[in-house]
Every structure is written in C-alpha cells, then in structure tokens.
T-cell receptor, first 114, second 121 residues
C-alpha cells in the first residue's frame, strides 16, 4: 500500500548544482502536484499535471521544471540550485476532478542548498 | 489578501478534552472544498476531513468534526477527546479551480499557515 513515494528524503546541494526529485504513485491517479513548504508556512503549489504529457505552472514555478511521461511518475527538476530553494518539497496526487477529491501526499523531500 | 486564515499559531489542550482550531476563508466561487490536514513532527501530510460548499451537514470523521459556517466563511476543526498523538501541525486548505493551459480545469489547494497543537498529559 505504497501510495505516493518520494525520493530522496533528504538532500544537500551546493549553489548552482542541479538535481531531480522523484515522485511516483501507484493509485492510478491522473492528477499530480508539487508543493514546497517553507519554515512556518503552508504549502505553495509549484507545478501540477492533469495527466501524462500535460503539465502546468502553479504559484511559484520559477527555477523548476517538470515532466509527466507516465501516469505514475512526476519528477521535479532544479536546474541551478539557489539558497531560496531550501525547503521541504511534497508531491501529491488525486483521483480526478471535483472539489471533493482529497490530495494524497508523499512524505516529503527535505532539501538544503548551501 | 490571504485566502485561508488560521489565526492561532499555537494551541494547548489537556488530554481527553476537546479543542477547536479556527479557519476562515475567502472565495467568490460558489463551488469549493475545504480540507484539514495533519502534519506530525515526522513531516508527512495526513488528510483528515473534507467539507464541500454545498454540503448541508457538517462533516465528521471519527473524533474529527468540521464546524462549517458558510455565511461567516469559517470551517473550524473540532477534535474531541484529545490524545497525545494529536500533537501536530494542522493545516486548513481550500480547493480552488484552476484553468489549465490545455483548456481543461483542475483544482489546487491553497493552505493556511497552520496551527501547532500541543496535547498535554
């Protein structure tokens, strides 16, 4: 009963490095999301996807890229890491449309940029 | 303006007592959803309860209930019979519609800043 799986759980990057945060879900959900959570704050939407091959920007997309080649996977890429991207990143998925569909979250990736 | 407001940065409650966590929201969309999530110190986000804008009755899930007052735009979470394991950060979130570049629709969650609940033995 895996749900939404994120890897890695922790990572330290140097400024200017790049990395990919992995997210996979086994619930056959069409909708997937990436959020970031800064200290003392709620979550903010980075990117989302309504299905394979379709992605859209959220509130805070600058500095990130995503792709959705399969229903299961929704990786988030940081190209040139900056200290402002130090945060906890959550991937989420939901079954379908409608305001009543809860989003199911992964356990998060804690990322530090030094 | 904030769309989700949680005015209590921290709350304390004695074990076995009930506690209310406040949440007010702002939207002009007649169709919306309100969610509460729990975030323990381990960091994961756990879905607790949902209330739809057209729901006539307040939502309940075990010890969790949602006091939904639509005219006042409030959706307070009530936890009955608090347990030590309830100590966590609690986030109120509202589901809002997004218009995608592909022409379809999707929904995003807008989160409040959270309330840190501490249950004392």
């Amino acid at each position: 009963n895996a749900g939404v799986t994120q890897t890695p759980k922790f990572r330290i990057l140097k400024i200017g490095q790049s990395m990919t945060l992995q997210c996979t879900q086994d619930m056959n959900h069409n909708y997937m999301y990436w959020y970031r959570q800064d200290p003392g704050m709620g979550l903010k939407l980075i990117y989302y996807s309504v299905g394979a091959g379709i992605t859209d920007k959220g509130e805070v997309p600058n500095g990130y890229n995503v792709s959705r080649s399969t229903t299961e996977d929704f990786p988030l890429r940081l190209e040139l890491a900056a200290p402002s991207q130090t945060s906890v990143y959550f991937c989420a998925s939901s079954y379908g449309e409608g305001v009543g569909q809860p989003q199911h979250f992964g356990d998060g990736t804690r990322l530090s940029i030094l | 303006a904030q769309k989700i407001t949680q005015t209590q940065p921290g709350m304390f409650v004695q074990e076995k007592e009930a506690v209310t966590l406040d949440c007010t929201y702002d939207t002009s969309d007649p169709s919306y959803g309100l969610f509460w999530y729990k975030q323990p110190s381990s960091g994961e986000m756990i879905f607790l309860i949902y209330q739809g804008s057209y729901d006539q009755q307040n939502a309940t899930e075990g010890r969790y209930s949602l006091n939904f007052q639509k005219a006042r735009k409030s959706a307070n979470l009530v936890i009955s019979a608090s347990q030590l394991g309830d100590s966590a950060m609690y986030f109120c979130a509202m589901r809002e519609a997004l218009t995608t570049n592909s022409g379809g629709s999707n929904y995003k969650l807008t989160f409040g800043k959270g309330t840190l609940l501490t249950v004392n033995p």
